[in-house]
């Protein structure tokens, strides 16, 4: 038995009219004829009660309706649910960050973004070792990362630049360079200790300015530890603009560098030949929002 004997059989049923029934179908009735008399021997059942001015259901045939009724609907389901699917109107997208991305608030505009265009679609998004985010892209654990460059990109990958910022200082409060709201210049920071975050590109950039090798002196990941260590007075740190403003501990000042602005940018990253449609249309709408600039 096929799907269109369980479409006869239900349009037959609520006509009980082989003429009506087969005009609705668009085949002839005694195509219909034929049809039904393949379901009634594929079940070893009569479906209907037969006469020359009537058609009606037999007790089988009023059970058997509810089931095939129940199937169409199923199928009809499945569908609809296939296309929205293959749409990428449902699905879900796995997104892994970094700190910064949605201290910026880059990460929340996507997904708020997002969510209006494609409700349907179930976005998961985790804080991520951000060094960890272009394999785990790779590997399909992770369909969009937002990083901050300089990162390494593998092949596989392909970026977009969705926000430019800059690098400032995070100083404990009782450093002698927050005495004055001036910029600090970079060689006079030669024999701090570092405190440094997941993305050392700012650290080495302003000792490079500065003419030495920063003194490292650890290395806790998140811009929240990286912060509350620099509270604690363990060390200075390099951090990126947009965490500057959102992240006020107790016990940290934030001045700038003085001469030209150490520049990052945060990213998504995602992979060149993606096949999952929810993703795609994700992948489409970074790629269509133009860069901001972090003031």
């Known amino acids: 038995m096929e799907l269109r004997h369980l479409r006869y059989f239900v349009v037959l049923a609520e006509e009980l009219h082989f003429a009506r029934a087969a005009e609705r179908l668009n085949i002839a009735p005694p195509t219909l004829t034929v049809q039904i008399q393949e379901v009634e021997r594929s079940l070893s059942a009569k479906l209907f009660v037969r006469t020359k001015r009537s058609v009606a259901l037999t007790r089988a045939g009023e059970i058997f309706l509810d089931e095939a009724r129940g199937v169409l609907e199923q199928f009809g389901r499945a569908q609809s649910v296939g296309r929205r699917a293959g749409r990428g109107e449902i699905g879900r997208v796995e997104i892994g960050y970094v700190g910064s991305a949605a201290y910026a608030g880059v990460l929340q505009d996507q997904i708020s973004d997002f969510l209006k265009a494609w409700p349907g679609v179930d976005l998961n998004a985790q804080e991520t070792v951000m060094g960890l985010l272009p394999k785990l892209v790779v590997g399909g654990q992770v369909d969009v990362g937002f990083v901050r460059l300089p990162i390494s990109i593998p092949e596989a990958l392909q970026y ?18 927050t005495e004055d709201f001036e910029p600090v210049r970079p060689a006079d920071l030669k024999d701090e200790p570092f405190i440094s975050p997941e993305q050392s590109a700012g650290t080495y950039e302003l000792a490079r300015r500065g003419g030495f090798h920063p003194r490292i ?4 990941g998140s811009l929240l530890a990286v912060l509350t260590q620099v509270s604690l007075g363990i060390g200075i ?20 560098v003085s001469g030209e602005p150490i520049a990052s940018e945060v990213a998504a990253v995602f992979r060149r030949d993606e096949t999952s449609p929810a993703v795609s249309n994700f992948v489409a709408q970074l790629t269509a929002t133009p860069v901001r600039e972090m003031s």
Do not use: W, Y
């Open 237 to 256: 740190s390099v951090i990126p603009t947009a965490a500057c403003g959102v992240l006020n501990l107790p016990g940290v000042e934030v001045r700038q």
């Open 217 to 220: 002196v650890s290395a806790p």
């Open 160 to 177: 977009h630049v969705l926000l430019r910022d800059r690098f400032c200082l995070a100083l404990p409060k009782q450093h002698r360079a």
